[in-house]
């Protein structure tokens, strides 16, 4: 979808930018975002969808509604934050249904619920927090757990254990969330926790303990690190408690960054994206099973030998 500075948006309605930016702060809409350096960017369709139905009704108060019940053209991220603003439920609803109509459940999230969420900002430990952030990041956790939910029973043997240390509010939680419904949807049994700062009691990490018995509990096949919170200890805890549970066969994974990039690490990064991500988690998942078979042989071999 096309975007738009203030000067062509105003150019294209007849009306000057102060007007146009007065529709803004009056109505919610148009809806622009800002760039890294502070422009306004205006979804071209939004912008057609007004000034059709500023030329039928002559009134912008009508016009907006109009263009509003009519919709601004496909679901985009643009039309989800602009729902966003207004602290519209109902229209996000409507936005993310739109999209499921010609778009998997995956490519809802990362084309329209992500960037959505994402054009309203930073947040997390109340660090550039906006109402209308607060709000979005809310709705979305909500939407994503209840398709989580709905996703299939798992089909794999093997399990991913997703270790979150993002923080409320913070869009990687959301990017994490995203992951594990992924990987739910192609069957992969999906366990994710919550990384807290271990807080040390007479040399003890009640943290790094939780993590273990998970971890023992799960015996997964691969572990993912996502989240800027937690300190790099704690991170590297978590992944020596992987490998000592599981050995060479557990794959350590970074989504997001959750690890500086050292070059030298021999946790293997994903891509940024959820989509990205469950491709090549799923490959390994694959790549595991495959030598199961392997592994198991020499086993049986000895059993028979011993008899």
Excluded: K
Aim: glycine share 10%.
């Amino acid at each position: 979808m096309g975007v738009i500075r203030t000067n062509a948006a105003a150019a294209m309605l007849g009306v000057s930018t102060n007007t146009l930016r007065s529709w803004e702060r009056r109505f919610g809409y148009p809806a622009p975002r800002r760039t890294t350096g502070g422009h306004r960017q205006y979804d071209v369709a939004q912008i057609e969808a007004l000034r059709c139905a500023f030329a039928e009704t002559g009134n912008v108060s009508s016009a907006v509604s109009l263009a509003r019940a009519r919709g601004e053209g496909p679901a985009s991220g643009f039309r989800l934050r602009s729902a966003f603003v207004r602290f519209d439920e109902d229209q996000a609803d409507r936005v993310l249904e739109e999209s499921l109509a010609v778009r998997s459940v995956e490519r809802t999230v990362d084309e329209v619920l992500l960037p959505g969420v994402e054009a309203l900002g930073a947040g997390g430990d109340g660090a550039g927090l906006s109402a209308e952030l607060g709000f979005a990041w809310r709705w979305a956790t909500g939407w994503l757990a209840a398709q989580t939910r709905a996703a299939p029973a798992a089909m794999r043997a093997d399990a991913v254990v997703v270790f979150d240390a993002s923080a409320p509010c913070d869009v990687d939680a959301l990017h994490a969330q995203a992951l594990e419904l992924g990987l739910r949807r192609r069957g992969a049994r999906t366990l994710t926790l919550t990384v807290a700062r271990p807080a040390r009691f007479g040399g003890v990490c009640p943290e790094a303990d939780r993590m273990e018995r998970a971890l023992r509990a799960v015996a997964p096949a691969a572990v993912v690190l996502t989240g800027r919170r937690a300190s790099l200890d704690a991170l590297g805890r978590l992944v020596f408690a992987a490998r000592r549970q599981g050995g060479d066969r557990v794959g350590v994974f970074d989504f997001r960054g959750a690890l500086p990039d050292t070059g030298a690490s021999t946790v293997r990064r994903l891509g940024p994206r959820a989509i990205a991500a469950c491709d090549a988690l799923v490959e390994h998942l694959d790549g595991h099973e495959a030598e199961r078979p392997l592994r198991a042989a020499p086993a049986a071999l000895r059993a028979v030998g011993g008899a």
